[in-house]
């Protein structure tokens, strides 16, 4: 096989999952290539294996996705399985990749960093379950990096991406497949497309925005083509390489279109928004934003409601700096909770051995056993199918779900691209003090626990520790706080805010008021000023 010699390039972050990177560091002679024979080395496929590859449409998805079919032909897989222009939604290669029982999938996206020759790329690996590699592959995949001396690649021409069916790199069969139809099927397998169909032709309406990324096409098919949705329900609804210049991030900051067309006096019903890749849903009722925490607590409550889920939840996963509102579901269905790291890749293990159903974190994303990604459109489709059953509005919905639980109040506050020493000192001063923080008191507000969140996962004993610091109030309340792991500027410190209050307590405080004492408490423990330099976050969702 063609080989060419290269020199290593050893920077992806250990413990992420894939490497996220500006365009321009892709860009680099064999630095992608360095990366996918890495991975390639690492797995050590058996001869005549199958690799889904696909990504999110964003800038050099076509170049990069031509490498990666060249690479595979020339490092022995039988069988390529690409979407339609390059295209597959994280969640429908993950679907894919199982379908297909494929031995693996590269999926080439940065998620909700913003695209463009300025923006960000991203690959990562999902293992044969559909999930995102362990740990212990990510591992070998960098131990890898920091030896390669060479990789393969096959001299052929580009494929054509936009004819589907198969086609021949060398002893390679490249299959290009229509990038909804297998992921469309599934969710008509899940949930009661007739019930959804008969709410919007009713007269329920809705808006989807695709942020100019990937699930544009499955939002179209599935909303509008398949439950009867008019056109126009999708709105942004092309994917574009630069996500139209906007970071497709779907929050209360980015997605700002879409919160004042839910508030306004003539609001659809129900809105939604997913990220670059697919994965994450923003829920907005008609003049009521639904937390993700409190997205993750309602969808689990009523799950059963959905023909996917008629059999009730085996356990509900939800990673440590999303609020405990999904607890309390849990204990009243008298199932387990699993409170796990942030990222997806904790959740396969709990899915595969049935130990959880439906997972979620704060940042939006939610999924469930179909697959082994968290899952934007899914959560969309859950939400319609429970609307459909229950025949109310969000807003009501919520206030029902709040009278059975109490309300968690809850906001995470982002300073993005701050500097690197300033957010260290910050997280090391604050480990360092995590003994003394218990019977503390700020304002009326006492310290009753503090540590620095430690998993050690209930199926392979496998430990992850130093996940970020867990501040306890007495009531309920928490302050969290951690660095974000898919940055590519600098450091982003997340500050997460939760308040709990009891039913028969106060349930209809605005969410800032509710959280203003926490916020002046997480600054006099914190001291966020004196290390970064912010008065304010840059972000608060
Ligand atoms: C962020 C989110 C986390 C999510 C991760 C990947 O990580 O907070 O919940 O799992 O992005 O999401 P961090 O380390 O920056 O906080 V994505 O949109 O790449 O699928
Ligand atoms: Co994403």
């Known amino acids: 096989m063609p080989e060419i010699a290269t020199t290593p390039f050893p920077d992806q972050k250990p413990g992420t999952s894939g490497l996220r990177k500006k365009v321009t560091v892709f860009q680099q002679p ?40 060249r690479m595979a032909a020339a490092n022995s897989f039988a069988r390529v399985v690409v979407g339609q222009g390059g295209i597959l939604s994280t969640p429908a290669a993950s679907n894919l990749i199982r379908k297909r029982e494929a031995f693996g999938g590269l999926i080439l996206s940065a998620s909700h960093n913003p695209g463009g020759p300025d923006g960000d790329f991203g690959i990562k690996y999902n293992v044969g379950n559909g999930g995102p590699a362990p740990e212990k592959i990510t591992d070998a995949i960098f131990a890898r990096t920091t030896v ?36 469309a099927a599934l969710m008509e397998q899940l949930f009661d497309f007739a019930a959804i169909r008969a709410m919007i032709a009713g007269g329920f309406r809705l808006s989807f925005d695709a942020m100019h990324a990937v699930t544009g ?25 630069d996500f139209g210049g906007h970071h497709p991030d779907p929050n209360l900051v980015h997605a700002r279109d879409l919160y004042e067309r839910m508030m306004a006096a003539d609001a659809p019903d129900f809105g939604a928004a997913s990220d670059g890749d697919g994965d994450r849903n923003l829920i907005i009722g008609r003049g009521i934003f639904v937390t993700p925490s409190d997205s993750l607590a309602a969808l689990a409550a009523d799950a059963h409601l959905a023909p996917g889920y008629a059999g009730g939840l085996k356990g509900i996963a939800r990673s440590m700096p999303t609020s405990q509102a999904a607890d309390r579901v849990a204990a009243k ?13 904790f959740f396969g293990n709990l899915l595969d051995a049935g130990m959880a159903t439906i997972c979620g974190e704060e940042s939006a994303g939610t999924g469930s056993d179909h697959v082994r990604e968290k899952d934007g459109l899914w959560a969309v489709l859950l939400w319609l199918n429970i609307l459909a059953v229950r025949k109310m509005p969000v807003a009501q919905l919520m206030a029902e779900h709040w009278q059975t639980y109490g309300r968690t109040y809850y906001a995470r506050h982002d300073y993005e691209g701050i500097a690197t020493e300033g957010a260290d000192a910050l997280m090391a001063g604050l480990r360092g003090r995590l003994a003394t923080l218990p019977g503390e008191t700020v304002d009326d507000l006492t310290v009753e626990a503090a540590d620095d969140f430690a998993y050690t996962d209930p199926t392979d004993g496998s430990t992850s520790n130093r996940q970020g610091v867990r501040i306890r109030f007495a009531g309920g309340s928490r302050i969290v706080v951690r660095l974000s792991g898919t940055g590519t500027e600098g450091a982003t410190l997340r500050v997460y805010l939760e308040r709990y209050e009891p039913t028969g307590g106060r349930l209809d405080l605005v969410t800032g008021d509710a959280l203003a004492p926490l916020v002046a408490a997480a600054e006099a423990i914190l001291s966020i000023q004196a290390h970064i330099g912010r008065t304010a976050p840059d972000v608060i969702t």
Request: hydrophobic share 40%; aromatic share 8%; proline share 5%.
């Open 30 to 69: 064999h630095y992608a290539e360095n990366f996918i024979q890495s991975v390639f080395d690492a797995i050590d496929a058996p001869a005549g294996a199958t690799l889904v590859v696909g990504g999110d449409g964003r800038f050099h998805n076509g170049v990069m996705i031509q490498t990666a079919i």
């Open 148 to 183: 390669i001396d060479r990789y393969r690649i096959v001299e052929a021409a580009d494929v054509d991406l936009t004819a589907l069916g198969e086609q021949r790199v060398g002893e390679l069969v490249v299959e290009v497949v229509d990038p909804v139809a297998d992921y």
């Open 217 to 241: 096409p499955y939002a179209h098919e599935i909303l509008e083509n398949r439950l009867g949705a008019s056109a126009g329900t999708v709105v942004n609804g092309t994917p574009q390489e």
């Open 333 to 345: 269905l008298g199932i387990p909770l699993h409170e796990t790291p942030t990222g997806w890749k």
